[in-house]
Nanobody
């Protein structure tokens, strides 16, 4: 059984910062990719940032220079530091962890709400 536990969402003013955390535990092999996706109302879920094989990072263009993803591989934990937040960053943020072949293991969290508003 796999558990994906997210934390760190909330309400923040424009220009503020938040840090999301996600821990994946249970009967899993090593995770090749860990990352964060988000889904705003009426929109499709989109990739925000991912870290591949422990060191290769990939960011959505809309968050480059503002968000930083990091990972503690020993703990299967991934973090997303979000700075200079904008109202358009408002969404439910989902943690994801996957094996190199996703069909063999692709895990999602329940989501954490991030609201950027004055």
């Amino acid at each position: 059984q796999v558990q994906v536990v997210e934390s760190g969402g909330g309400l923040v003013q424009p220009g503020g910062s938040l840090r999301l955390s996600c821990a994946i535990s249970g009967s899993i092999y090593s995770l090749y990719t860990m990352g964060w996706y988000r889904q705003a109302p009426g929109k499709q879920r989109e990739l925000v940032a991912e870290i591949i094989s422990g060191s290769i990072t990939n960011y959505a263009d809309s968050v480059k220079g503002r968000f930083t993803i990091s990972r503690d591989s020993a703990k299967n934990t991934v973090y997303l530091q979000m700075n200079s937040l904008k109202p358009e960053d408002t969404a439910v943020y989902y943690c994801n962890g996957a094996r190199q072949t996703r069909i063999l293991g692709n895990y999602w969290g329940q989501g954490t709400q991030v609201t950027v508003s004055s």
